[in-house]
């Protein structure tokens, strides 16, 4: 009896609704919400307003969202860090290894990349939408970065004069783009791969032909990637 018991635990624990999926040593939080095959991901443990402001969404809306583990910038990675935001191809990796670990053998940098390129393609299977759904993540910035930065690589832009141009979407499909152009915020359409992949996860999307959105805001500025957030799910199908 008691054994059956355990077994029916493990078997609620193992279809429980929050899951995790990991790629390598990086771990992420499943909160699913309905059926809906829209996708989120966070995945810089520093940018603390995206994390409320996705918390807050996944109450009210249906979806299915990835909250990486821990609360810095860089992921824990076999007792080294690696930016979670730089393994989506396998340079991007390489480079990712070698800028934060450098103390590292070569033999320990190529058995490490190797986990991240041979888990890259079971967690793309987890985290992309299917059915030309679409995939959103949230980012915070700091001083610095903002939407001019972003221009050189874009093929479409509206900038908007009321709006911080630290709060913007970039998007990756040209109707998307036509819809969110619309909108009060500032957005930019990037629909072409770079010559130089850094693994980054918008450039993984392109190349995997899913619609992603980006929705960047200023770090503390939580009704204003509400809003925006907001604004993509009344406005995009
Ligand atoms: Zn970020």
Not at 39 to 53: F, P, S, V
Not at 63 to 69: I, M, R, T
Not at 135 to 156: F, M, Q, V
Not at 221 to 228: A, E, G, R, V
């Amino acid at each position: 009896m008691f054994k059956l018991f355990l077994l029916a635990s493990i078997y609620i624990f193992a279809l429980g609704k929050n899951d995790k999926v990991q790629i390598a040593t990086i771990q992420f939080k499943v909160i699913q919400n309905g059926d809906s095959d829209r996708r989120y991901i966070w995945l810089h443990g520093d940018e603390q307003t995206a994390r409320m402001a996705l918390e807050s969404h996944m109450k009210k809306n249906q979806g299915k969202a990835f909250l990486v583990e821990g609360i810095l910038r860089e992921s824990e990675f076999y007792g080294g860090i690696i930016d979670p935001n730089r393994i989506f191809s396998s340079l991007g990796a390489k480079a990712n290894i070698q800028k934060y670990n450098p103390r590292w053998t070569r033999k320990e940098k190529e058995e490490r990349l190797l986990t991240i390129d041979k888990d890259r393609k079971i967690f793309f299977k987890k985290i992309f939408p299917k059915n030309g759904e679409l995939l959103i993540a949230l980012h915070n910035n700091y001083k610095g970065y903002n939407i001019n930065k972003e221009l050189g690589r874009s093929d479409a832009k509206s900038v908007k004069n009321n709006q911080n141009p630290r709060d913007f979407f970039i998007c990756t499909n040209r109707s998307d783009f036509e819809i969110l152009s619309q909108s009060p915020f500032n957005v930019v359409l990037q629909e072409e791969s770079p010559k130089k992949d850094d693994g980054s996860l918008s450039w993984a999307a392109i190349r995997n032909d899913i619609r992603y959105i980006n929705i960047e805001t200023r770090l503390g500025w939580l009704s204003q990637q509400k809003k925006m957030l907001n604004y993509i799910e009344k406005n995009l199908r």
